[in-house]
């Protein structure tokens, strides 16, 4: 009886789902093998919490994603906590190379080795969301890879405009520091800057859409005068705003008395902090027409870093559970971005020859000053 059930199972599931063939329906294995099959394809386990997920492993995350909302984002805040979780998850997995022997990739090292990483220069400000996080990954018992770039999810998910980024569970635990230099500096030229990412597994594509992240950034030790200094006018908000306001010509350094520090350029915006690397890549000619082709284009760049974001969270990593639907749902941001008052067109430094600059409308008001990002 049990075996007839089963069979009218399986034949109902096949009927219904016209991609599960025949052939993907074991016929020689045990009766539980054919349920798991057919409990996988199903994609509609409900969890005890009433959620819902494509695998019941991902059950337990729910109420940890709570957990993490809660102790870390302020009850779902995307502040100072989401940009530097964002950070993290960068910082943690480019310890990575294609070749081997820079470390185990997005494993969460930057956590457990924290003595070590932390010391690294390209890692300055990161020690005020390994203390903030530190706690909380030990509550949540995670191991310390898979809390890293949950975190990171999350703390992005939080931030309107952001795409819902995918999230891959079961790291296991790190068995070592990244070593040095694997980090790129705002002070690295973008040549460097290219062969670490590729020698990382990314191309050129990859690294302009990764730093779309930047649109929820800010510096805290570029100019420790001035922590909290944001990278654009909205750095709460996951928009398009960072690519066009990198390229508007720069008139003066955002900390008193217009003095520079190593790692920045001229800014166009009182309050804004301009990287020098984000100033040369929109301008080479390598990813000015990548950079370019951000601007204003809301979804090209919610689907391009999500992409890149997929790849970078499981760098060095094998087999793991694809538990993306663990991760809220960001706001979403509609409209267009614009230039702020008082710019237009004529302050643009077109750097792509190949494409026509989108055309944007100016915000009427006086010249803006970007307020630093609260708690930095
Ligand atoms: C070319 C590569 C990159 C360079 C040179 C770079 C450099 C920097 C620097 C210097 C800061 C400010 C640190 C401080 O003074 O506190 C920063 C902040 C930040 N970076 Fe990058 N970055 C790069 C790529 C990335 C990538 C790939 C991501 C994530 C996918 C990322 C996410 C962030 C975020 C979210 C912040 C803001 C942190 C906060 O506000 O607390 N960056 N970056
Ligand atoms: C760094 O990791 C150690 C365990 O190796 C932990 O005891 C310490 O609290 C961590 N430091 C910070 C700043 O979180
Ligand atoms: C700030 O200093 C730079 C040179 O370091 C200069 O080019 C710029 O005009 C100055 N801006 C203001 C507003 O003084």
Redesign the pocket.
């Known amino acids: 009886m049990a075996l007839n059930r089963l069979s009218l199972f399986v034949a109902a599931l096949a009927a219904a789902s016209q991609w599960v063939s025949a052939a993907t329906v074991p016929s020689s294995t045990s009766q539980t093998a054919s349920v798991e099959t057919a409990a996988a394809f199903s994609n509609k386990h409900k969890c005890p919490t009433g959620q819902t997920t494509s695998n019941p492993i991902c059950c337990k995350l729910f109420p940890i994603v709570d957990q993490i909302q809660k102790d870390l984002f302020d009850g779902g805040e995307c502040g100072e906590e989401a940009h530097s979780a964002l950070r993290l998850t960068f910082h943690d997995a480019i310890g990575f190379s294609i070749h081997g022997g820079k470390g185990g990739g997005a494993d969460g090292s930057i956590l457990a080795f924290n003595k070590t990483e932390l010391a690294y220069h390209a890692n300055g400000g990161i020690d005020d969301i390994v203390e903030r996080q530190f706690p909380v990954f030990l509550e949540t018992g995670l191991t310390a890879g898979d809390f890293v770039h949950l975190a990171g999810a999350i703390g992005t998910a939080n931030c309107p405009g952001a795409p819902r980024l995918d999230y891959f569970f079961g790291r296991p635990a790190p068995k070592a520091a990244a070593p040095d230099l694997t980090v790129p500096e705002p002070t690295d030229s973008v040549t460097k800057i290219l062969a670490r990412m590729a020698d990382a597994g990314f191309s050129a594509a990859e690294l302009v859409a990764l730093l779309s992240s930047h649109s929820i950034a800010a510096a805290d030790v570029v100019d420790p005068s001035i922590p909290g200094t944001p990278f654009d006018s909205t750095v709460d908000t996951f928009d398009t705003q960072v690519f066009l306001e990198v390229l508007l010509k720069?008139?003066?350094?955002p900390g008193k008395g217009?003095?520079?520090h190593p790692g920045e350029v001229?800014s166009p915006i009182a309050g804004e902090m301009r990287l020098q690397s984000d100033a040369a890549i929109a301008r080479d000619s390598r990813t000015a027409c990548l950079w370019q082709d951000m601007i204003d284009n809301q979804q090209a760049m919610m689907s391009r870093f999500k992409a890149a974001m997929s790849k970078m969270q499981v760098l060095g990593q094998h087999g793991l559970t694809d538990c993306s639907d663990v991760i809220p749902t960001p706001k979403p941001f509609k409209g267009h971005i614009t230039f702020p008052p008082t710019f237009s067109q004529k302050n643009v430094q077109v750097a792509c020859k190949s494409s026509p600059f989108p055309k944007l409308k100016t915000v009427a008001g006086p010249a803006p000053t970007v307020a630093p990002v609260p708690g930095s």
Do not use: R
């Open positions: 720069g008139t003066a350094f217009n003095v520079s001229l």
